[in-house]
């Protein structure tokens, strides 16, 4: 079983700095896109950031410059460094990854169960 364990969110003052870390267990044969996503009070769920199995990023425009993902493909990890923190940022935020597990050659879209993530001004 496939899973997507997120952690590193928490409480941060404007202007300061949040990791947050996504780690894919199970039985995993490969890893596609991986990526965050956020869901801000009443609004509805938003792309952060992707990468590519390769290493190409594509970033929400309100974060460019601010948050940097990166993958580790040996460990199955991906991590989102968020500097410049702002209260507009304040969300859950959700790991996604297209995984192809085991015996499956085939890509599946996985999320995480998300983290809070509350930027106070």
């Known amino acids: 079983q496939v899973q997507l364990v997120e952690s590193g969110g928490g409480l941060v003052q404007a202007g300061g700095s949040l990791r947050l870390s996504c780690a894919a267990s199970?039985?995993?044969?490969?890893?596609?896109?991986m990526g965050w996503y956020r869901q801000p009070p009443g609004k509805q769920r938003e792309l952060v950031a992707l990468?590519?199995?390769?290493?190409?990023?594509v970033y929400a425009d309100s974060v460019k410059g601010r948050f940097t993902i990166s993958r580790n493909n040996a460990e199955n990890v991906v991590y989102l460094q968020m500097t410049s923190l702002k209260p507009e940022d304040t969300a859950v935020y959700y790991c996604?990854?297209?995984?192809?597990?085991?015996?499956?050659?085939?890509?599946?879209?996985?999320w995480g169960q998300g983290t809070q993530v509350t930027v106070s001004s």
């Open positions: 990468v590519k199995s390769v290493g190409q990023t």
């Open positions: 996604n990854a297209d995984i192809a597990s085991d015996g499956d050659d085939r890509l599946h879209d996985y």
């Open positions: 199970g039985v995993i044969r490969s890893i596609g896109v």
